[in-house]
């Protein structure tokens, strides 16, 4: 039961950790977008003729990706601190299942002791009515 509980716990902890990779994979894309829109607003600064609409237009879109950076990098951060909670659980559910593991084997281990102490009980037993006969 408690195997079952901490193979949960890891489950959505690797479900977590599949969405951070995909946010942190988006973010990339962002900045990636932000060194596009900067590389092309170089370009337009470089030609003869400026269009103040184009420039305008890279502009407001790197505005506009500088703002989706920073909510992705909220968003990265809410979802770390969700998966170090998840990952604590982790390693709670852990803990529980060697205790259960331990407490198991020292009840085994008590239980062949007391098996032995009884066998070796009833050959004493059985000696000692050997010999008084």
């Known amino acids: 039961m408690r195997e079952n509980e901490l193979?949960?716990?890891?489950?959505?902890?690797a479900k977590i950790?599949?969405?951070l990779k995909e946010q942190e994979n988006k973010l990339n894309d962002i900045?990636?977008?932000?060194?596009?829109?900067?590389?092309?607003l170089d370009e337009l600064y470089n030609l003869n003729t400026l269009d103040i609409q184009q420039v305008e237009g890279h502009r407001d879109y790197g505005i506009k990706l500088t703002i989706d950076e920073k909510n992705q990098q909220r968003i990265i951060a809410n979802t770390k601190a969700i998966l170090?909670?998840?990952?604590?659980e982790v390693r709670e559910a852990h803990q529980k299942v060697e205790v259960l593991k331990n407490l198991k084997?020292?009840?085994?281990?008590?239980?062949?002791?007391?098996?032995?102490d009884a066998e070796v009980k009833e050959i004493d037993d059985i000696t000692s009515a050997r010999f008084n006969i």
């Open 105 to 116: 084997e020292k009840q085994e281990k008590q239980y062949y002791k007391d098996f032995l």
């Open 84 to 88: 170090e909670k998840k990952q604590l």
């Open 7 to 13: 193979e949960q716990r890891r489950i959505e902890a």
């Open 31 to 40: 900045i990636q977008a932000q060194a596009r829109n900067s590389q092309q």
């Open 17 to 19: 950790l599949a969405v």
